[in-house]
């Protein structure tokens, strides 16, 4: 168990809509990542969280947005959901958010868009 | 552009041998950090080992440990005495100073046969 935890486990939902991840890190961590795996892109950054401020955004569409807040947890938002969407959802923490620390992944969330 | 090239997809070894999977990487940069992710059916992504490129010693975590060619580019895994528990995907990431995203590799394949 890494301590980082993320629900909901799954989610089934149809397109069009929209659903929000919810990830909460480790004690003392303040910094989130979010990490999205496809099978046909593998694993790709999303976006980056420190102590509340948007650190760093990778690949990640309009159509998806993040939040942290005071508490350090973290949302994902995804709406105007695609079938393309359909991918298994990773946050991660580390403490400061430097390159040289370790980042440690949750469970992930499996969401399915119909 | 940072790249990860895992070039084995797949791989199989017989219960207690030993068993090496393969990681490149390009970069310019001179201060960045490896990673071997473990990720079993439960679809948890779970640390296995990390390396600083500073580092001329290779590191090591009981029976797993790495070859670190830095001139290379090269960052295999060996797996010693391989357990059935070792079975699963495993993904070579990277990170390099100043960056916030880890970059990963298509990943491999582990197939532990009693």
């Known amino acids: 168990d890494s301590g980082v935890t993320q629900t909901p486990k799954h989610l089934i939902t149809a397109t069009g809509q929209r659903v929000t991840l919810r990830c909460s890190p480790r004690s003392g961590d303040l910094s989130v990542y979010w990490y999205q795996q496809s099978l046909d892109q593998g694993l790709q950054f999303l976006i980056q969280y420190y102590n509340g401020e948007e650190r760093a955004k990778g690949n990640i569409l309009e159509r998806f947005s993040a939040q942290q807040f005071p508490d350090l947890h973290s949302e994902l938002n995804l709406s105007s959901l695609e079938l393309g969407d359909s991918a298994l959802y990773f946050c991660?923490?580390?403490?400061?958010?430097?390159?040289?620390?370790?980042?440690?992944f949750g469970p992930g969330t499996r969401l399915l868009v119909l | 552009a940072q790249t990860v090239t895992q070039s084995q997809p797949e791989m199989s070894v017989q219960e207690a041998e030993t068993v090496t999977l393969s990681c490149t990487y390009d970069?310019?940069?001179?201060?960045?950090?490896l990673f071997w992710y473990k990720q079993p059916p439960s679809r948890q992504m779970i640390l296995v080992i990390r390396q600083e490129a500073y580092k001329q010693q290779n590191a090591t975590e009981n029976r797993f440990s790495v070859n670190f060619q830095k001139a290379a580019k090269s960052f295999s895994l060996k797996i010693s005495d391989s357990q059935l528990g070792d079975a699963a995907m495993y993904f070579c990431a990277y990170i390099w100073g100043g960056s916030e995203k880890l970059v990963f590799g298509k990943g491999t394949k582990l197939t532990v046969n009693p």
């Open positions: 991660a923490s580390s403490p400061s958010g430097r390159d040289q620390e370790t980042q440690y």
């Open positions: 970069t310019s940069e001179s201060d960045y950090y």
